[in-house]
């Protein structure tokens, strides 16, 4: 904790000792999801202490899908959110103004999974081909409009699929309801994130992966990306600059925390205390899996590939340029 301590006290030390008070620090909300690997760097940050050692007063607040998390950001009931960055792309086309200052996660984090008896007659021969045995199956979302959303239905109009026709998408709502929902047979497959896709391949053993995008399989676009970011409305950026920068450098510590693997038994410590009930080992294999995935720096490759994304599914009308998305005042370059 940083203290202020008078020079006057330095130099004369008969006169009486100041009061020595703490810093005051920022208080700030953050959107998030609840016990979603995505999210994993804010969990870290607040449960590390990063973001009171750079003056920020951070609280998370929790909600359901990453719609809902923008929307908190957007009417300005949360200073900044971790969103997708999809989502920055999106709310622009629409006239409104969010950006971007760091990655938490860059990876893609998706596994499209479906029920082990799913034929799968177009298995080796991959993507896009594997999508297309889908066809006729109820799918799962976490919500409409969310990032679950918007990839799904690129991968399945980008495998020659009309997404409104040809597959039906569900919203299941967060990871204990898709679980349940996959589990039960209300929907044959899901466009999972972890832990989910773990829970329900490893630990559940009802769920086998169509495509596993971490891995390097599915499309282009989606191997070079910037998944989840800190993202705020362009006039808080404008009138809380400092704010803002502190938030880059707690996240940029989060990350170099992460990077360590002299960390790893301490992030595993983190993870436990956030994703409770999960199977301890796997926790672990989940943990080895996803490290990588966390990266802080938004490259203007990873935005176009966003931008072509989403116009491709017919999202937004054009691609936008890396300065409409991230704010270059803040974001790093590079790293570490």
């Known amino acids: 904790m940083r203290v202020i301590v008078s020079l006057l006290a330095l130099t004369l030390p008969l ?49 359901r899908s990453g719609a809902e998390t923008t929307t908190a950001v957007v009417s300005g009931s949360t200073e900044f959110g971790a969103l997708a960055t999809e989502h920055v792309t999106q709310v622009r086309d629409q006239g409104l103004r969010l950006k ?17 008896e799913v ?26 409009g969310a990032s679950t959303d918007f990839t799904l239905r690129f991968l399945v109009k980008e495998a020659g699929l009309d ?20 589990q039960k047979g209300d929907i044959q497959g899901y466009l999972a994130f972890e832990p989910i896709q773990s829970q329900a391949i490893h630990g559940l053993g009802i769920a086998k992966p169509v495509i596993d995008i971490r891995k390097g399989e599915g499309p ?32 940029l510590d989060t990350h170099r925390f ?23 080992a796997l926790l672990r294999q989940i943990l080895q899996e996803s490290l990588k ?21 017919g999202l937004v009308k054009r691609a936008p340029a890396y300065e409409e998305v991230v704010d270059t005042r803040y ?6």
């Open 163 to 182: 997404p409104d026709k040809d597959v039906t998408i569900i919203a299941t709502g967060g990871i204990a309801t898709s679980l349940a929902a996959l």
């Open 119 to 144: 034929e799968l007659p177009n298995a080796a021969r991959g993507y896009p081909q594997v999508v297309r045995d889908l066809k006729g199956l109820k799918l799962g979302i976490t919500g409409r």
């Open 15 to 63: 006169a009486a000792a100041p009061e020595i008070t703490a810093q005051p620090r920022t208080p700030v909300k953050i959107a998030v999801l609840r016990a979603a690997f995505v999210y994993f760097t804010p969990y870290v940050a607040e449960a590390k202490g990063f973001f009171a050692q750079h003056g920020l007063d951070a609280q998370l607040i929790y909600f």
């Open 331 to 336: 974001a790093p370059i590079r790293f570490p």
């Open 293 to 313: 995935g966390y990266r802080p720096v938004i490259t203007r490759q990873a935005v176009a590939n966003i931008g072509e994304m989403l116009r491709f599914a």
């Open 100 to 116: 971007a200052i760091v990655a938490n996660l860059t990876d893609s984090p998706f596994t499209l999974i479906v029920r082990k």
């Open 258 to 280: 992460l990077a360590d693997p002299k960390n790893f038994e301490e992030t595993v410590k983190v993870a436990e205390k956030y994703f409770e009930g999960i199977n301890p």
């Open 220 to 251: 282009r676009l989606l191997h070079e990306y910037a998944y989840n970011s800190m993202v705020a409305k362009e006039e808080y950026l404008d009138a809380n600059p400092e704010t803002a920068r502190r938030m880059v450098a707690a996240v």
